[in-house]
């Protein structure tokens, strides 16, 4: 069976029956990505399924990725830093560096992308490309993944020189965006319901979980997985689990990636451990990045997952754990907000105390919890699984390509 068809089960034949029919206008169409790294990171994660997906479609769709030196890195770190509101000027060699990594890059991959009817370049590293292809035909749109609402105005003005040479701009959240001088579009991210973080898992599974990781399947368990990050609020995760626990006698579970190329994350880690000092009830399980199933587990075994985020872009852990059913707790923030409809899939907080209290409602009112948890599976069947982002990709290339044509008749490849 090929890939979309094992979509059917889940979303329906409608839906894949419209992706086909959306893609029929698309066939033979020469369309490139490119961005910065080949694994790692949701950039990565949303290309790996997009690009076999639309090539299923028939469209010619192809992955390239920039190659760069540690000052081209870095400049790109201090901008993404930047763009999301940290005060830093960036040197005008990191810069320069910039410029002429993509100008290398451009050098090797120019005639590909000369001819491409498409070309989607993801994030500020590769957006000054556009400069050293001058003999372009396609269209080509800028995609952003990063918050970019309260960017630090010099670095945005730098890079928007560039941005603004773009066909199109796809952004996560309207908020995120800029003004620019062509369409904006809005696509917010997606989980693959069949990878091996949401795939369903059987009961052997779930209870080995409950072993490996020594939690009582007979205590309720309440749940972060994220990377230990300051933004993402361990420690009041910890806080409301306290106010909790005086009451109830739960578990809590912080799951988070290994910190080791990361200082900031080894030393939130540490701080962590500090503060949950010897609570046998504070389960702090690090995992390698690819341990998928243990997290798609230990999601599953949860009673509530948190994300007491104070600033998140999207939160695809959010969306992974309302796909499992689970009511989330989340910050009152950015993409967590566009999932989290507050007192319907889940609640909305702004401390630990509100936390604390959402939980002690849930437990008590276990046929509530369930109740919201159904809400959440459904809310991301119908908005943030995969086939609805990618009926979203192909839609915007055919508005793209139609420019402002009325009707879109029949394919339009140059
Ligand atoms: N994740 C993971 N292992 C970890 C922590 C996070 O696999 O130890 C995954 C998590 O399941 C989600 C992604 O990394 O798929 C994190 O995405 P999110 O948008 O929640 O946050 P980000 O880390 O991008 O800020």
Redesign the pocket.
């Known amino acids: 069976m090929n890939r979309l068809d094992q979509y059917v089960p889940i979303v329906g034949e409608d839906v894949i029956g419209q992706l086909r029919q959306l893609a029929s206008y698309l066939k033979g169409l020469k369309v490139v990505h490119v961005n910065s790294t080949r694994e790692g ?2 950039v990565a994660e949303i290309l790996s399924w997009l690009i076999p997906l639309k090539q299923e479609l028939g469209i010619d769709a192809s992955w390239e990725v920039i190659t760069g030196t540690p000052q081209f890195y870095q400049c790109t770190k201090y901008m993404h830093n930047a763009l999301q509101g940290q005060q830093f000027e960036i040197r005008d060699a990191l810069l320069k560096e910039y410029e002429r990594v993509n100008e290398l890059n451009a050098e090797s991959l120019r005639s590909k992308l000369e001819e491409a009817d498409i070309v989607a370049i993801h994030d500020p590293q590769p957006a000054a490309l556009i400069e050293h292809c001058p003999n372009r035909r396609g269209k080509w749109i800028w995609r952003c993944h990063i918050d970019v609402s309260r960017p630090y105005r010099p670095v945005w003005r730098y890079l928007r020189q560039r941005v603004y040479l773009y066909d199109a701009s796809i952004w996560s959240l309207s908020e995120f965006s800029q003004p620019l001088p062509h369409p904006l579009y809005l696509i917010a991210p997606s989980i693959d319901p069949l990878s091996p ?1 949401n795939i369903d898992l059987d009961t052997d599974e779930l209870n080995r979980a409950y072993d490996r990781f020594g939690l009582d399947p007979r205590r309720p368990i309440i749940t972060q ?3 230990f ?1 300051r933004f993402k609020d361990p420690q009041g995760v910890i806080r409301a689990y306290r106010l909790v626990k005086a009451f109830l006698p739960i578990q809590l579970v912080l ?3 290994g910190a080791s190329d990361d200082p900031e994350g080894e030393e939130v880690l540490a701080q962590v451990r500090a503060i949950a000092g010897d609570d046998q009830d504070i389960h702090i399980i690090v ?1 390698p ?1 690819d ?2 199933r243990e ?1 798609n587990a230990i999601q599953r075994i949860s009673d509530i997952v948190v ?1 007491k985020s104070t600033r ?7 969306t ?1 754990a309302m796909w499992k059913g689970k009511p989330v707790i989340g910050g009152d923030t950015g993409g967590i907000r566009l999932q989290v409809v507050n007192h319907h899939t889940g609640f909305l907080v702004n401390s630990p105390e509100g936390a604390a209290l959402r939980i002690r409602y849930l437990l008590k009112h276990r046929d509530r919890l369930e109740e919201i948890g159904a809400k959440a599976r459904q809310f991301v069947l119908e908005n943030f699984l995969i086939t609805r982002h990618l009926r979203e990709y192909l839609t915007l290339m055919l508005a793209v390509l139609s420019g402002n044509q009325d009707r879109i008749e029949e394919p339009r490849l140059t």
Do not use: M, Y
């Open positions: 990171g949701g973080k997985v994220s990377r990050d799951a988070g990636g995992l990045s341990a998928h997290i994300q998140e872009g999207f939160g695809l852990t959010v992974e």
